[in-house]
């Protein structure tokens, strides 16, 4: 018999990879039966004698790393790092490593309170999703002594081993494609000081507002976000012939609210977003968009963690991970009959 994976299992079972995972590494979140048929079935597949005794030989044991994302960040719908935090779920079982997801909740970050599998010596590594406040960022390099890397947030000084997208290019790029399309009144939909990537995309659309000698209206620097992270957006009086949006959500959120105004998109304006996604139940809304190269950003996240772990003078450092461009229908070529 050939090498039983988990995707393996969850077809046999009937549940998907990830609730294999779960239950296999011990996580919250699956029932008692159908862990019980999924450890029944790992074991009659052969899946859970094989790592006990051929990894250990070879002085490759089962790693696990801790995954911390912020209770910002959630919602009852699935977000951005959620899928992330599944695709890396995905991608350990290759890397011979298992993930561990703890939610930070907003009492803990705000009073320094250490994460549950670092204080129970669960994780041999951590990976942290999402910006999180300097402060704790601060009391983890005081207390934490394993291994610590950041994904999709970068600090220079705190939070320095990292993995983030070209968020500055990718912006540019998105600006850049708007320029090619004949637009140059545009605003830029995003809160600046709420995270280092709103920050870098608008430096990126700010570069390319430069160099084509085009000033950006106050008005048009619109937030998106109150101080709790609901999106919240405020339309300008003079609208831009194009607004550059941050995300996704912030592009689907305004575009419903144009088209509440009776403004059709792309026909009277044009939008763009970032990241590639919506979450499951929001209006597809076909939105131009610089896509996240999510599935490379865990792997490279893992990497170098598990080498830190391995040896604590490698992967070291910032990385950067390139998307790339998705025309869809929410552009339309300048000066088209409308």
Known sequence: MGKVRMADIAKHVGVSTVTVHNALSGQKGVSD???????QAADEMGYLQRPAASLKAKGKGLKNIGVIISEKYLAEYTTFYWKMYQEMALIATDK??????EILKHSSEDHSIMPRIVEEHKAEGLIVLGEISREYIRSMKERIDIPVVFLDFYDKELANDAVITDNFYGMYLM??????????????????HA???IMDRYCGFYKALLEHGVELRPEWLIEDRDQIGQMTILLPERLP???VCNCDLAAGTLIMQLEERGIKVPEDISVVGFD????????????TSYEVNTRAMVKVALDK????????????????????IVEKQSVRQHGSIQ
């Not at 590639?276 to 939105?287: E, Q, S, T, V």
Request: positive net charge; contains cysteine; aromatic residues 12%.
């Open 175 to 192: 600006t850049e494609y708007l320029f090619e399309k004949g637009f140059r009144n545009m605003a830029y939909v995003g809160s600046i």
């Open 33 to 39: 039966e159908v862990r019980s048929r999924i450890l």
């Open 305 to 324: 963690v598990l080498k830190q772990i391995r040896n604590s003078d490698r992967g070291h450092g910032l990385d950067i991970v390139s998307g790339h």
């Open 195 to 197: 995270t280092s990537s």
């Open 241 to 243: 012939e194009a607004f």
């Open 96 to 101: 011979n490593c298992a993930v561990l997801v």
């Open 276 to 287: 590639n996604y919506l979450y499951p139940g929001f209006p597809d809304k076909k939105i």
